[in-house]
């Protein structure tokens, strides 16, 4: 996907929207990966201390996607470290968005992909086999269905229901 976006002009265009078809996720979320502004097509992971899940989805082919993970908002577990972001680099996942943890930060660092979380986390979780793939989540009060489109930059984070780089003008700029 493209990176010829800026999240603040999709916001201008799209401020008075009241459909429920453009969101905007708190700005709560810090930046763990190498690429700093990425966008692509959801699919979603809901899991709370479990990333059995999590290492399914980066370990399939991630085609310019984006896997957004509702962990619960925990911070008690990392649901994705060192070897998963280089996984999800190397099968073409252009970002994973959590809300919870990520450990292995200083190595997460240097993986070409887009990584954004609540915060690092030296724990790993438990591996348990539960959690949920490819259902709508809650991400800080935020619904994120599969097949949205998420774009994030340095201003932040929105989710729309269609690709706004086929519709939006101002994207470009």
């Known amino acids: ?29 810090r930046d763990f990966g190498a690429v700093k502004k990425f966008s692509g097509q959801v699919e979603t992971v809901k899991c709370f201390e479990d990333n059995t899940l999590v290492k399914a989805a980066v370990d399939s082919a991630g085609n310019g996607k984006v896997l957004v993970v509702d962990g619960g908002g925990s911070l008690r577990r990392a649901l994705l470290g060192g070897n998963l972001g280089a996984a999800a680099a ?28 609540l915060a690092p986390m030296p724990l790993p979780t438990e591996k348990r086999k539960e959690g949920q793939s490819n259902v709508a989540v809650q991400i800080q009060g935020v619904w994120v269905r599969p097949g949205d489109w998420l774009y994030a930059d340095e201003d932040g984070i929105v989710i729309a229901a269609k690709n706004l780089q086929d519709d939006s003008p101002d994207s470009a700029q």
């Open 1 to 29: 996907m493209t990176k010829n976006f800026a999240t603040c002009d999709f916001c201008d265009v799209y401020k008075n929207d009241s459909s429920g078809e453009f969101r905007v996720l708190p700005p709560v979320f």
């Open 90 to 117: 190397k099968n073409g996942w252009a970002g994973v968005v959590i809300d919870g943890c990520v450990r292995d930060t200083a190595e997460l660092a240097t993986h070409a992909v887009g990584i954004r979380a």
